[in-house]
């Protein structure tokens, strides 16, 4: 059975909220930059889920958020996942700097793609970063840290 998940990219003054994952033991991300986010609950929604992830893990409470596509992995090496991806561009409250998954930082918009990452968040974030990319479905398959193949479906908004 697939986990299903959140992954949310904050926006703010031509700025993104980056975590660079470096704190948790047998971490698949482990050395590579992602968004906030985390594994849905028990019975919890994928909004219930960002908004309580986004606050565990930077201290911030959401305040304009929108979920932009669903993203489908497989791999050969991890279990099958269901991610709602998801931009914000308003929230509360301070940032954290502890978080015990990772070190938070502020990144010009321009660098993102530039970060150690997953080949297939390169094909994702250019799409979450332009505000008139309707929502997507988005399927990444790995065979070890390598993307074999990546299709991505648009859907009328």
Same mark, same amino acid.
């Given at each position: 059975?697939?986990? $299903?998940?959140? !992954?949310?990219?904050? /926006? /703010?003054?031509?700025? *993104? !909220? #980056? ?6 033991? $047998?971490? %698949? $991300?482990? =050395? /590579?930059?992602?968004?906030?986010? +985390? /594994? ?5 929604? %994928? ?6 992830? *986004?606050?565990?893990?930077? =201290? ?8 932009? +596509?669903?993203?489908?992995? &497989? ?7 269901? #991610? ?5 561009? =308003?929230?509360? =409250?301070?940032? &954290? ?6 070190? !938070?930082?502020? *990144? ?5 793609? &530039? ?10 974030? %250019? !799409? ?5 990319? +309707? ?5 990444? &398959? ?16």
């Amino acid at each position: 059975m697939a986990k $299903n998940t959140t !992954l949310c990219y904050i /926006k /703010k003054d031509g700025m *993104v !909220l #980056m975590m660079h994952r470096t704190k948790k033991k $047998n971490d %698949p $991300n482990e =050395g /590579k930059w992602i968004g906030i986010g +985390g /594994k849905l609950e028990e019975g919890e929604s %994928p909004e219930e889920c960002l908004l309580r992830e *986004v606050k565990e893990e930077s =201290g911030l409470t959401l305040t304009s958020y929108k979920l932009r +596509g669903i993203i489908t992995f &497989s791999s050969d090496k991890w279990e099958s996942e269901y #991610m709602f991806l998801f931009s914000a561009d =308003g929230f509360e =409250g301070e940032l &954290s700097m502890e978080c015990d998954e990772g070190e !938070l930082m502020w *990144v010009p918009e321009e660098d993102v793609l &530039s970060l150690r990452m997953w080949e297939g968040d390169r094909k994702f974030i %250019p !799409l979450i970063m332009k505000d008139d990319t +309707g929502f997507f479905s988005m399927k990444l &398959s790995y065979v070890g840290e390598d993307m074999a193949e990546y299709s991505v479906t648009y859907h009328c908004s």
